[in-house]
């Protein structure tokens, strides 16, 4: 098992494992894997918060954070966005998720990250500690159900400030 930063070769990989991921989930798949080629071509896309995991030397888990920002009227705080993490479907329920999950944020707070927002299931990522935005005075650019808009603080106090709009780089256009 291994998780290391992508490179250009995984791609052949990467692209259908997220769409096949995402086809027989709940929500079905949404265009996760265009997605991840429109945030590499961002300016603030960092190569080293974009992971992926292996095993038996086959890529078989993927995860990406972008930057993201929480804005009022006054402040802006810069933070990260979970999107999208996937693992192959004869994977999953191993673990994978959770390796990858505890990877990125790692990687994260060494890079002085003080937040992660992500939308997803709260069943699956309230284990890691996720909370509904509104719990921090921040929320939802788009209508969504406020329990699958959720944050984590990285850092101790990371979001005692932070109150706001989240806002997504143009890529999530």
Known sequence: MTIRPINKN???YVLPLIVSAFEETEFGYQGEAELVKKIRQNITYNNELELVYEMDKKIVGYGLLSTCWVKNDKQS????????????????RQGIGGKL?????????????????????????????????????????????????????????????????????????
Request: proline residues 5%.
């Open 101 to 173: 999950m505890r990877e990125l944020e790692r990687t994260a707070i060494g890079l002085g990250y003080t937040f992660i927002v992500i939308l997803g299931h709260p069943k699956y990522y309230s284990r890691f500690g996720y909370q509904p935005t509104s719990h921090y005075g921040v929320s939802s650019p788009f209508d969504v159900p406020e329990e699958f808009f959720m944050m984590k603080e990285l850092q101790k106090d990371g979001l005692s400030q932070v109150m706001g709009t989240v806002y997504y780089s143009e890529a999530f256009n």
């Open 10 to 12: 995984d791609d052949t």
């Open 77 to 92: 705080f810069t933070g990260l966005a979970l999107a999208p993490l996937a693992v192959h479907k004869d994977y999953q």
